[in-house]
């Protein structure tokens, strides 16, 4: 026997209809309607503790839209009590609330190594033992899998580099030479807060776009909604970016008033004391800060050899293509419209799970 956080002993191996691999928000909301639907199931998370990604996220960072429009299927996300958009921590409570009220089958800790085709089922092999079942749903998201793009001499720098997901607040840079390279949400809402206690560059590829200030993630979602049904459709629809690249929160607001977010074009090359344009101009730096996204955290689907042309897996909506028992959630618009959203993944999952209760 194993045991999971609380010291109770982990449920042994045995065969499900359905596996989810992942306790973040995707993960629970498909286990909402899993277990709404009564399936026999079961949730594993490599985490210690309920939060998901959001455990790890720097205090600060803020939600695009409010409470109301933050919220998994079947409990509203309380507002938080000093107002405005929800906090790190508050999303923290919240899934560990939403958990516990809807007593989901999660066993942690359990780190999921591969997942491989054993006759009619699916096997997932686990630091736990083995499990089979039916259907296999990956809602690992993209957290675990930090992206920082090759630049010439990104080597050879001599300061300190670090990513999004290794930021944990601004204390450490105080009276420090900052770069901030990228041109979405986490890069401006990062160098609003660094901009307050260090001197700071911002690089981007184009020139970041802040949304109008009344556009917030609900709008973002039921957009991202109408363009997926307009391409199903075989029909043009607009996009966020026709919007704009940046959602105006609180923080970024106040850095835009303050003048703080001027950004420089992308710089060419990447010398010991910095970084340098093509047109010889310099910016010395202590640090870089790499906000420069995530991939989908699918290594332990390596054995179904499902990656096309490009490295992609193809879906068909949830559904992937070469592994019909094998459905992935929250890793972006390609498995559901703004699936990687909390309000998002819920909607998705719904159908999803409605597609296979039908199959089993």
Same mark, same amino acid.
């Given at each position: ?9 982990k ?16 993960g ?22 309920p939060?998901?990604a ?46 516990? !009220? ?5 066993? !942690? ?64 840079? !105080?009276?420090?030479?900052v ?34 200030d ?18 199903l ?43 340098a ?21 699918l ?5 179904l !050899? ?24 929250g ?20 159908q ?9």
């Amino acid at each position: 026997m194993h045991e999971a956080a609380d010291g109770a002993p982990k449920a042994a191996p045995r065969p499900v209809d359905v596996i989810v691999i992942g306790g973040g928000q995707a993960g629970l909301a498909a286990g909402y309607h899993l277990s709404r639907a009564g399936a026999d199931f079961v949730i594993l998370d490599a985490q210690p503790r309920p939060g998901g990604a959001w455990r790890h996220a720097w205090p600060s960072l803020r939600l695009f839209s409010p409470a109301q429009y933050s919220s998994l299927p079947g409990r509203m996300m309380p507002a938080p009590a000093a107002g405005g958009h929800p906090d790190a921590a508050h999303v923290v409570a919240y899934l560990t609330d939403y958990e516990q !009220r809807y007593r989901l089958p999660v066993i !942690r800790p359990v780190r999921v190594r591969a997942v491989r085709r054993s006759g009619a089922s699916l096997q997932v092999e686990t630091d736990a033992g083995i499990w089979r079942a039916r259907i296999v749903i990956s809602a690992t998201g993209t957290w675990w899998r930090p992206y920082v793009p090759y630049h010439p001499g990104i080597g050879d720098f001599g300061g300190e580099q670090l990513h999004t997901a290794g930021y944990r607040g601004p204390e450490s840079f !105080r009276g420090k030479r900052v770069l901030v390279v990228g041109g979405g949400n986490s890069a401006a809402q990062i160098l609003a807060e660094l901009s307050q206690v260090a001197q700071t560059t911002w690089a981007t590829l184009r020139p970041p776009r802040l949304l109008p200030d009344e556009v917030d993630g609900r709008a973002l979602f039921e957009l991202a909604t109408r363009r997926h049904r307009a391409a199903l459709a075989g029909q043009d629809a607009a996009s966020i970016g026709d919007l704009g690249d940046i959602v105006a929160v609180a923080s970024v607001r106040q850095a835009r008033d303050r003048g703080m977010l001027k950004a420089e074009p992308m710089f060419s090359r990447i010398t010991p004391d910095g970084v340098a344009w093509a047109d010889g101009s310099t910016a010395a730096c202590d640090v870089i800060v790499w906000c420069t996204g995530f991939r989908p955290a699918l290594g332990h689907l390596a054995p179904l !050899r499902l990656r096309g042309p490009g490295g992609a897996i193809g879906t068909d909506g949830t559904r992937a293509l070469a592994e019909p028992r094998l459905h992935l959630l929250g890793y972006g618009d390609w498995t559901g419209p703004a699936s990687a959203t909390l309000i998002g993944a819920g909607r998705t999952a719904r159908q999803m799970v409605g597609e296979i209760i039908a199959r089993l």
